[in-house]
């Protein structure tokens, strides 16, 4: 019923900017919390960068202070601008979906495809 498509992902030196965008399409009523999680190998999926429908923000300490969540409600996207980064943040980027599908009902959680980022010189 909802879909997540991700884009933005690639190889990246050390240092250098990446921006991930992830479209929310399908039967959308409102949505409530769009954000980024991702998993590095051998690792688990950790939360990255979360931006409510009220604007609110939150970041892993990580990421804060180089990654800018942002959204676009109109578009139902959300985007992760990643700068100066490390390889570290090598990792399997997952977008994330808070959504209500019909008035009333409740929010369900979704999941994009994820998209790959890989720091290295």
């Known amino acids: 019923q909802v879909q997540l498509v991700e884009s933005g992902g690639g190889l990246v030196q050390p240092g250098g900017s990446l921006r991930l965008s992830c479209a929310a399409s399908g039967k959308i009523f409102s949505i409530y919390t769009m954000g980024w999680y991702r998993q590095a190998p051998g690792k688990q999926r950790e939360l990255v960068a979360i931006?409510?429908?009220?604007?609110?923000?939150e970041y892993v300490d990580s990421v804060k202070g180089r990654f800018t969540i942002s959204r676009d409600n109109a578009k139902n996207t959300v985007y992760l601008q990643m700068n100066s980064l490390k390889p570290e943040d090598t990792a399997v980027y997952y977008c994330?979906?808070?959504?209500?599908?019909?008035?009333?009902?409740?929010?369900?959680?979704?999941w994009g495809q994820g998209t790959q980022v890989t720091v290295s010189s």
């Open positions: 931006n409510t429908s009220g604007g609110s923000k």
């Open positions: 994330n979906a808070v959504v209500r599908v019909v008035v009333g009902t409740p929010y369900s959680t979704y």
